[in-house]
């Protein structure tokens, strides 16, 4: 049987990466074996931290300690505001899944075959597990031929693109998105995938083999699959392990999958290394087995360390990315900085893109509006010429107030559900003022009197837009249309 080396905790190797600290000491409270040993991290964790004071990703290691534990930490002063925070984190995901119910039911009525990933899929295959795991948004997975049908529903159901674009505009694009995210009131989170990793991690022979793994499941009463016990840790490790521990009850994830005794590590070991996951893999299970003495087998962990080991210089990327935030000094801020965006430069391989974007960059006018101004709006119909010439060119003349902030200025052009084009301009300037912009390009008439309408939009969405500087800095600017011509393309 293969053994594994010695995990050292200086740069280069894994255990660098480890968590450490008061993160480290959450961890062991809710993922130590020995319960006492446990109890006695959540209490001193207590003894040293203010609950109100620690960020999302303590506050959620905090509810499975809460959960693990429940009134035998009764006697802490810290105990009601654990409970409270618990109840509060419960609630939110309770509404979380409430709201996104019908929308998965419509799914599955559609014809699509809907797989819950990362927490949700935790809680599919154990409803229990809602009270230890903060689920606020619900990761779907559905295939790319689901794809489109899945958006229907989402669009028809008033869910929310959380980017600035129109429907119309992503959705002659699905072909080319991993994910989107959508929301919908107050707690609606949905993060629709194609697939299941990023574009660092692609490989299309798992991305079918994902499928046939699958376990069938139910959330609340909607039929769903959830990934193989073996998939669950891979996408966890994925997900979590480059992210700088962002959120750490992935790791939370990772051992309730192993401690459920079905993982095939066979099939483990394939993933990670078609995936590229090797570095991220051997930090997370060297902490879990070697800190933690979660029951990874030996030689699974030997065999994923010797495969990070063999990663050459992309190893000392995948260290510094998998490192705690709260470890970084400045020169790992930078060196981490520079690793991620090689990543992200991966990432960026994009799905074929079936419809190319049309873009009409705005340029400064010094033109003057004739006859009655216009009232300033977030839409206007444009007038269409007589004929039945298909493409013309359009000169669209718009008068636009600009907060004092420096920022994009975004607006599009549709015809019913067909995206026609997007009109971008950016501002440098925080002086603000009236700007008039002037925007020209080549337009396609379909002669299915479908009225073209021109429209702002924001540079990005918020559920609710109650904050004066995120409505001047990405807010859909009202306009005027100072002139609208069409001429011949020739």
Same mark, same amino acid.
């Given at each position: 049987?293969?053994?594994?080396?010695?995990?050292?905790?200086?740069?280069?190797?894994?255990?660098?990466?480890?968590?450490?600290?008061?993160?480290?000491?959450?961890?062991?409270?809710?993922?130590?074996?020995?319960?006492?040993?446990?109890?006695?991290?959540?209490?001193?964790?207590?003894?040293?931290?203010?609950?109100?004071?620690?960020?999302?990703?303590?506050?959620?290691?905090?509810?499975?300690?809460?959960?693990?534990?429940? $009134?035998?930490?009764?006697?802490?002063?810290?105990?009601?505001?654990?409970?409270?925070?618990?109840?509060?984190?419960?609630?939110?995901?309770?509404?979380?899944?409430?709201?996104?119910?019908?929308?998965?039911?419509?799914?599955?009525?559609?014809?699509?075959?809907?797989?819950?990933?990362?927490?949700?899929?935790?809680?599919?295959?154990?409803?229990?597990?809602?009270?230890?795991?903060?689920?606020?948004?619900?990761?779907?997975?559905?295939?790319?031929?689901?794809?489109?049908?899945?958006?229907?529903?989402?669009?028809?159901?008033?869910?929310?693109?959380?980017?600035?674009?129109?429907?119309?505009?992503?959705?002659?694009?699905?072909?080319?998105?991993?994910?989107?995210?959508?929301?919908?009131?107050?707690?609606?989170?949905?993060?629709?995938?194609?697939?299941?990793?990023?574009?660092?991690?692609?490989?299309?022979?798992?991305?079918?083999?994902?499928? $046939? $793994?699958?376990?069938?499941?139910?959330?609340?009463?909607?039929?769903?699959?959830?990934?193989?016990? #073996?998939?669950?840790?891979?996408?966890?490790?994925?997900?979590?392990?480059?992210?700088?521990?962002?959120?750490?009850?992935?790791?939370?994830?990772?051992?309730?999958?192993?401690?459920?005794?079905?993982?095939?590590?066979?099939?483990?070991?394939?993933?990670?290394?078609?995936?590229?996951? #090797?570095?991220?893999?051997?930090?997370?299970?060297?902490?879990?087995?070697?800190?933690?003495?979660?029951?990874?087998?030996?030689? =699974?962990?030997?065999?994923?360390?010797?495969?990070?080991?063999?990663?050459?210089?992309?190893?000392?990327?995948?260290?510094?990315?998998?490192?705690?935030?709260?470890?970084?000094?400045?020169?790992?801020?930078?060196?981490?900085?520079?690793?991620?965006?090689?990543?992200?430069?991966?990432?960026?391989?994009?799905?074929?893109?079936?419809?190319?974007?049309? =873009?009409?960059?705005?340029?400064?006018?010094?033109?003057?509006?004739?006859?009655?101004? #216009?009232?300033?709006?977030?839409?206007?119909?444009?007038?269409?010429?007589?004929?039945?010439?298909?493409?013309?060119?359009?000169?669209?003349?718009?008068?636009?107030?600009?907060?004092?902030?420096?920022?994009?200025?975004?607006?599009?052009?549709?015809?019913?559900?067909?995206?026609?084009?997007?009109?971008?301009?950016?501002?440098?300037?925080?002086?603000?003022?009236?700007?008039?912009?002037?925007?020209?390009?080549?337009?396609?008439?379909?002669?299915?009197?479908?009225?073209?309408?021109?429209?702002?939009?924001?540079?990005?969405?918020? $559920?609710?837009?109650?904050?004066?500087?995120?409505?001047?800095?990405?807010?859909?600017?009202?306009?005027?249309?100072?002139?609208?011509?069409?001429?011949?393309?020739?």
């Amino acid at each position: 049987m293969a053994k594994v080396r010695r995990i050292g905790t200086r740069f280069p190797d894994y255990g660098w990466s480890w968590p450490t600290g008061s993160l480290d000491q959450l961890l062991k409270a809710a993922l130590l074996p020995d319960e006492e040993a446990a109890r006695l991290c959540a209490t001193g964790w207590l003894d040293e931290n203010d609950i109100d004071h620690v960020s999302f990703r303590e506050h959620r290691l905090l509810a499975a300690i809460s959960d693990r534990f429940g $009134r035998k930490l009764a006697g802490h002063a810290a105990y009601p505001r654990l409970v409270g925070l618990q109840k509060m984190l419960w609630t939110k995901s309770r509404m979380a899944m409430r709201e996104a119910e019908p929308a998965l039911t419509a799914m599955v009525d559609a014809g699509c075959t809907v797989m819950l990933i990362k927490g949700a899929s935790r809680i599919a295959l154990d409803a229990a597990a809602q009270r230890g795991r903060v689920a606020h948004d619900i990761d779907i997975l559905v295939r790319p031929g689901d794809m489109q049908p899945a958006f229907d529903v989402l669009r028809d159901r008033g869910w929310q693109i959380a980017t600035g674009v129109s429907p119309q505009y992503l959705r002659a694009r699905l072909a080319s998105l991993r994910s989107m995210n959508f929301f919908k009131g107050n707690y609606g989170d949905i993060d629709l995938h194609q697939l299941a990793y990023d574009g660092s991690q692609q490989n299309a022979e798992d991305d079918l083999a994902i499928w $046939r $793994r699958a376990i069938a499941a139910k959330f609340s009463d909607v039929g769903v699959v959830v990934p193989s016990s #073996a998939d669950r840790i891979a996408l966890a490790i994925a997900h979590g392990g480059l992210d700088a521990h962002t959120h750490s009850d992935w790791l939370v994830d990772c051992t309730v999958a192993i401690e459920g005794g079905d993982v095939d590590w066979t099939i483990f070991l394939d993933i990670v290394a078609q995936r590229g996951l #090797a570095v991220a893999a051997a930090v997370a299970l060297s902490y879990l087995a070697l800190e933690i003495g979660i029951a990874v087998p030996e030689a =699974v962990l030997a065999r994923v360390v010797d495969m990070a080991d063999r990663r050459g210089a992309a190893r000392l990327s995948s260290v510094l990315q998998a490192k705690p935030r709260t470890d970084f000094g400045a020169l790992i801020w930078l060196s981490r900085g520079f690793a991620k965006q090689l990543r992200l430069q991966r990432k960026k391989g994009r799905l074929k893109q079936t419809e190319p974007d049309i =873009v009409w960059r705005g340029k400064s006018t010094a033109a003057k509006a004739t006859g009655e101004p #216009a009232s300033f709006v977030l839409s206007q119909t444009l007038d269409e010429p007589q004929g039945d010439v298909s493409e013309m060119m359009l000169d669209l003349i718009v008068r636009i107030v600009v907060p004092p902030v420096r920022r994009r200025i975004e607006m599009e052009i549709n015809a019913g559900d067909r995206h026609v084009a997007r009109l971008r301009s950016m501002t440098i300037s925080r002086s603000g003022g009236e700007r008039m912009l002037r925007f020209r390009g080549k337009l396609k008439l379909d002669r299915t009197g479908r009225a073209l309408v021109l429209e702002a939009r924001p540079s990005r969405q918020f $559920r609710v837009w109650d904050d004066e500087q995120a409505v001047a800095t990405y807010g859909a600017l009202p306009f005027q249309l100072v002139s609208a011509k069409f001429s011949p393309t020739g």
